[in-house]
């Protein structure tokens, strides 16, 4: 390299006197020189290699250094775009069970599970209500109601010939039930034996319904009392003769009703009747129809024996 130098006077002469230098330029190659030039331009290489580093690390102070290849994050609104071109994509995509027939329907029955067919529900066939049907069906029963009201009131005035003529005229009265104040159901045969009134008519009403409806001596009232558990008590209101009259006839008109368990005690008739004076006639009668009844407990345990030894029954 070249440099320009400047001349510096010298300190001294030789030979006895101080000479004095004169000002010079030139152009010359000094090794010191050389080596200053050199480490200045080492010094700019290096610079620039430097700030090229920093410039590829993105540490300029300008921010427009390049990119590190990482992506920024997705905003809430790239998310959200996402999701629907997700879903988007799940509904048009084929099932890969269907065969490519295309993705299941919203709101398909088809399962994960292979199930078995269903069997389907048989059609309902026969008659359906009409409106007429309905008007006179609701009509007829609170017709029946009011009749029922009715012969409980001749029931309990004791009008016993106007309650026959009435289920003289409509027999089905004798089976209709009729609730008391109480709410307990009742029928015409309950009210005629728990009454207190004249004993011949309301024998007479009882023989005269069980002639024409001999079904009614099946119908319990809301005690679960069948007329012949009610009519063997022994607060029955009515003559020896009268009473094992009526339990003949009802007996004749339902005998398997001598075993059944009736009332909150539980007892059949057999059990019942021991429990008033009775005769050795009905009692053989009873056994001899229905021999069953003798081995049928009571609620406490008991058989009719037991009953029979602890009453006050006839020999």
């Known amino acids: 390299a070249a440099a320009t130098v400047t001349a510096v006077p010298g300190g001294g002469g030789g030979g006895g006197g101080g000479g004095t230098s004169t ?7 000094d090794p010191r020189h050389l080596a200053v030039a050199a480490a200045a331009v080492v010094g700019q290489v290096l610079g620039k290699k430097s700030h090229q580093v920093d410039d590829d690390d993105g540490g300029g102070n300008d921010g427009t250094g390049p990119t590190t290849g990482i ?24 099932s890969k069970r269907g065969g490519g027939g295309g993705g299941r329907a919203k709101g398909s029955n088809t399962t994960k599970t292979k199930s078995k067919a269903k069997t389907p529900l048989p059609v309902p066939t026969g008659p359906v209500a009409t409106a007429a049907d309905i008007a006179a069906d609701s009509k007829r029963a609170q017709l029946e109601e009011a009749v029922s009201n009715s012969i409980f009131v001749l029931c309990k005035e004791e009008r016993w010939a106007a309650v026959s003529n009435l289920v003289a005229s409509n027999p089905s009265l004798a089976v209709a039930p009729m609730t008391m104040a109480n709410n ?26 069980l002639s024409i409806k001999p079904s009614a001596a099946a119908i319990k009232n809301g005690y679960g009392s069948l007329p012949i558990h009610v009519l063997a008590q022994r607060n029955c209101k009515m003559k020896s003769k009268v009473k ?20 909150v005690g539980a007892r059949n008739p057999l059990h019942i009747v021991f429990t008033d004076y009775i005769s050795a006639d009905l009692c053989r009668k009873m056994l001899t129809l229905r021999p069953d009844a003798a081995k049928m407990r009571d609620k406490k345990g008991w058989l009719p024996i037991h009953v029979a030894t602890s009453r006050h029954c006839s020999p």
């Open 23 to 29: 000002d010079a330029s030139a152009t010359e190659e």
């Open 71 to 94: 992506s920024e994050p997705p905003t809430i609104e790239k998310k959200k775009k996402k999701k629907r071109e997700k879903k988007k994509s799940d509904k048009t995509t084929p």
């Open 184 to 209: 307990i159901t009742t029928t015409i045969l309950h009210q005629a034996i728990t009454s207190k009134g004249d004993v011949s008519a309301r024998a007479d009403l009882v023989k005269f319904v």
């Open 244 to 263: 094992e009259e009526l339990l003949l006839a009802l007996i004749h008109a339902h005998p398997s009703s001598i075993t059944v368990a009736g009332g």
